[in-house]
Nanobody
Framework: QVQLVESGGGLVQAGGSLRLSCAASGYTFSRTYMGWFRQAPGKEREFVAAISWSGGSTQNANSVKGRFTISRDNAKNTVYLQMNSLKPEDTAVYYC???????????????WGQGTQVTVSS
């Protein structure tokens, strides 16, 4: 059974940093593309970032380019989202996602985590 468990969310002031983690189990992590999405109150879930199974290729939403970095450690079955220069508009529930390709994981992932709340105060 595939499981994605996020951690690392919390409350931070604008300009601060957080690192989210997503621990995966139940499938071959090292051959799976991983991604992050977020959903703010009253808004649709939106793509944030994705990474290839090797870590050699990444994609980021324009809204987070230059501030957020996705990475992975295949030995630990974990994907990370380093978030710097946080803004109040980054406040959302952040979800980890998994899929068989960059296209799928960035649009219609096969698997989702339960989400972790990130709140950025002004």
């Amino acid at each position: 059974q595939v499981q994605l468990v996020e951690s690392g969310g919390g409350l931070v002031q604008a300009g601060g940093s957080l690192r989210l983690s997503c621990a995966a189990s139940g499938y071959t992590f090292s051959r799976t593309y991983m991604g992050w999405f977020r959903q703010a109150p009253g808004k649709e879930r939106e793509f944030v970032a994705a990474i290839s199974w090797s870590g050699g290729s990444t994609q980021n939403a324009n809204s987070v380019k230059g501030r957020f970095t996705i990475s992975r450690d295949n030995a630990k079955n974990t994907v990370y989202l380093q978030m710097n220069s946080l803004k109040p508009e980054d406040t959302a529930v952040y979800y980890c996602a998994a899929g068989p390709s960059m296209l799928i994981v960035s649009t219609t992932p096969r698997y989702w985590g339960q989400g972790t709340q990130v709140t950025v105060s002004s």
